[in-house]
Nanobody, 119 residues
Framework: QVQLVESGGGLVQPGGSLRLSCAAS????????MGWYRQVPGKERELVAT???????NYADSAKGRFTISRDNAKKTVYLQMNSLKPEDTAVYYC?????????????WGQGTQVTVSS
């Protein structure tokens, strides 16, 4: 399993920006996928942005054009740059990482970081 620690959440006004960070406890080269989900109370966790095999990126439609996922392998850290934030982006943002485990994979989650977009 991988330990993941998120940071960078907070309160921001609509139209503002935040950068979330997710530090992993081991090399990201051991991970088959890594990225970000978010969740609001009463709703299912939804994918925001992710790296998959071959360094491909995938974004939710709501994130395209506004959010950018990036990573620093040396720092074992994944980032989510969020621009033009909207009130509907308010959620707890969770970092995740998938690693190979036997014939399948194991998913690890961070503790989450709150993002609140409000004037």
């Amino acid at each position: 399993q991988v330990q993941l620690v998120e940071s960078g959440g907070g309160l921001v006004q609509p139209g503002g920006s935040l950068r979330l960070s997710c530090a992993a406890s081991r090399s990201m080269f051991t991970m088959t996928a890594m990225g970000w989900y978010r969740q609001v109370p009463g709703k299912e966790r939804e994918l925001v942005a992710t790296f998959t095999s071959g360094d491909r990126t995938n974004y939710a439609d709501s994130a395209k054009g506004r959010f950018t996922i990036s990573r620093d392998n040396a720092k074992k850290t994944v980032y989510l740059q969020m621009n033009s934030l909207k009130p509907e982006d308010t959620a707890v943002y969770y970092c995740y990482a998938d690693t190979v485990a036997g014939a399948g994979f194991e998913r690890s989650w961070g503790q989450g970081t709150q993002v609140t977009v409000s004037s």
